[in-house]
Nanobody, 115 residues
Framework: QVQLVESGGGLVQPGGSLRLSCVAS????????MNWYRQAPGKQRDLFAR???????MYADSVKGRFTISRDDAKNTVYLQMNRLKPDDTAVYYC?????????WGQGTQVTVSS
């Protein structure tokens, strides 16, 4: 059983920055691919960033060059540094991992980009 808890969301002006954290408990964090998804109102939940156990990263085009995913295996934590935020980045942000056939989600953290 894996538990994921996100934090760091909030209200930020366009062009601003936020850093999200996702702390995992249970299991062997260092062996997990970790994902960040987001879901805007009325839209589906979309994957936009992933980091492998070895630290390789993947980004959706919509966030490439602005967002950075990283991990600290000693702290069982995955981070999302978000820079140059846009109103279109407004969403609930979720971290996620798949262990075997089980998909584990955090509770989500709201990010609102507005002036």
């Amino acid at each position: 059983q894996v538990q994921l808890v996100e934090s760091g969301g909030g209200l930020v002006q366009p062009g601003g920055s936020l850093r999200l954290s996702c702390v995992a408990s249970g299991g062997i964090f260092s062996s997990y691919f970790m994902n960040w998804y987001r879901q805007a109102p009325g839209k589906q939940r979309d994957l936009f960033a992933r980091i492998s156990p070895g630290g390789n990263t993947m980004y959706a085009d919509s966030v490439k060059g602005r967002f950075t995913i990283s991990r600290d295996d000693a702290k069982n934590t995955v981070y999302l540094q978000m820079n140059r935020l846009k109103p279109d980045d407004t969403a609930v942000y979720y971290c996620d991992t798949v262990v075997g056939s089980a998909n584990y989600w955090g509770q989500g953290t709201q990010v609102t980009v507005s002036s």
